[in-house]
């Protein structure tokens, strides 16, 4: 599977911005999905993770309530909406499986969000 992650960039805090996590090569359908993200100088932390039908999701407390994590199994792709962006949002996102991190990492999408 190669993931392909695109819709980062560059918003004011409070902004909003919506990641999409692109599959190819097999389907994405038969695993939980996550979204992680790394700032500089720290360690690649997961964010959101979604199950295999997008009925259950679980977030990370510093993104709780303000990201939601879905998905299109159809289209073979998962999302991301950000809303009530804060400057410590600011990182490079991917997308993987939740556990074990399954697949290649793709190159990830910059989030930057200027105070």
């Known amino acids: 599977v190669q993931l392909v992650e695109s819709g980062g960039g560059l918003v004011q805090a409070g902004g909003s911005l919506r990641l999409s996590c692109a599959a190819s090569?097999?389907?994405?359908?038969?695993?939980?999905m996550g979204w992680y993200r790394q700032a500089p100088g720290k360690q690649r932390e997961l964010v959101a993770r979604?199950?295999?039908?997008?009925?259950?999701?679980n977030y990370a407390d510093s993104v709780k309530g303000r990201f939601t994590i879905s998905r299109d199994n159809a289209k073979n792709t998962m999302y991301l909406q950000m809303n009530s962006l804060k400057p410590e949002d600011t990182a490079v996102y991917y997308c993987?499986?939740?556990?074990?991190?399954?697949?290649?990492w793709g190159q990830g999408t910059q989030v930057t969000v200027s105070s």
């Open positions: 993987n499986t939740p556990v074990g991190a399954l697949y290649n």
């Open positions: 090569g097999s389907t994405i359908s038969i695993n939980a």
């Open positions: 979604i199950s295999r039908t997008g009925g259950i999701t």
